[in-house]
């Protein structure tokens, strides 16, 4: 599966963002999606992952209860709505698919280039 993400940019703190994802081929159901990322000089981070028919989500303690992960298996997309965003939260963007909602970034199979998200202060 080919992923293509898309909606980063810059916001100011306490603003809001959504980036999504679409994914080409038939396969897009068969797979958990998540969206790590990757600040300048870090490890990349998990960030939010949700299940093959999107009843199960999974987040980041990070960004609990500011971001909600979603998905539409009919689109091929997988969004992540990330509000109340802080200077902590810059970074490159990544969605990826995988066999599992994993908080592991090796654990994903398949990734998209990313888009940049930066938050000034």
């Known amino acids: 599966v080919q992923l293509q993400a898309s909606g980063g940019g810059l916001v100011q703190a306490g603003g809001s963002l959504r980036l999504s994802c679409v994914a080409s081929?038939?396969?897009?159901?068969?797979?958990?999606m998540g969206w790590i990322r990757q600040a300048p000089g870090k490890e990349r981070e998990f960030v939010a992952a949700?299940?093959?028919?999107?009843?199960?989500?999974n987040f980041a303690d990070s960004v609990k209860g500011r971001f909600t992960i979603s998905r539409d298996n009919v689109k091929n997309t997988v969004d992540l709505q990330m509000n109340s965003l802080k200077p902590e939260d810059t970074a490159v963007y990544y969605c990826?698919?995988?066999?599992?909602?994993?908080?592991?970034?090796?654990?994903?199979?398949?990734w998209g280039q990313g888009t940049q998200v930066t938050v000034s202060s």
């Open positions: 081929g038939r396969t897009f159901s068969r797979y958990d």
């Open positions: 949700i299940s093959r028919m999107g009843s199960i989500t």
């Open positions: 990826a698919a995988g066999l599992g909602i994993s908080s592991v970034p090796d654990e994903y199979l398949y």
